[in-house]
């Protein structure tokens, strides 16, 4: 078993508590964390530019001017890619970009995150973090006295007060295990494990 000290939110250890090791010490390959982070961004992305085709532009269908004669280029109407104002030839059009990995790889993936993180010593483990109100101030207040720096906080249940109030933290997210992903694990310095969630993750990764 991996073991980490549990701090409070002034910063000093009141326990310690043991980490699965199949969860949060496993080999790392990057090259599967990649393939996930690349499916989770793809998967985000909106697919909506869209350009006028030639047949979409407003105008006239007939010829601008004869075929001989004229010396002018021999255009044919004045939708042609050719002109200003024209359609566009070879311009995106919505697609869906989307597309999945197994299963099985995904949750490796996330495995191997944590794994980062723990092996990296960047995973502190909070034995809470009670807010009276809504207040960034007290939030801020804490990632000070932790040193912590672009902090993602993982908490097990919805805390409403928690998430209103580091919002506004320039790095700092506050997310629940289920919505626990590859991206943000590895987009963020500092993985902030709120002692009950560490269950949760075991729940939703137990193999």
Not at 36 to 53: D, P
Not at 64 to 79: H, V
Not at 162 to 189: C, M, Q
Request: aromatic residues 4%.
């Amino acid at each position: 078993m991996a073991v980490v000290e549990v701090k409070n939110t002034q910063g000093e250890t009141v326990s310690e508590v043991e980490l699965v090791e199949d969860i949060f010490n496993v080999k790392v390959k990057k090259t599967v964390m990649h393939e996930v982070v690349r499916m989770q961004l793809a998967n985000r992305r909106r697919g909506t530019a869209k350009v006028k085709r030639r047949s979409e532009v407003k105008g006239s269908t007939s010829k601008m001017f004869r075929q001989k004669g004229t010396g002018r280029a021999r255009r044919g109407d004045i939708k042609t890619p050719l002109l200003r104002g024209g359609g566009v030839a070879f311009g995106p059009d919505p697609r869906d970009y989307s597309y999945k990995v197994p299963k099985k790889v995904r949750r490796l993936a996330l495995k191997m995150a944590l794994s980062a993180k723990y092996q990296d010593n960047e995973i502190i483990v909070l034995d809470g973090f009670a807010l009276d109100q809504v207040k960034t101030k007290a939030v801020a207040s804490v990632l000070r006295n932790l040193s912590l720096e672009k902090p993602l906080i993982l908490i097990n249940e919805a805390d409403e007060k928690l998430e209103l109030s580091s919002r506004n933290i320039p790095g700092a997210k506050v997310l629940r295990v289920e919505g626990l992903n590859v991206y943000d694990i590895l987009n963020h310095k500092t993985l902030v494990l709120l002692e009950p969630s560490i269950k949760g993750i075991e729940g939703r990764l137990a193999a």
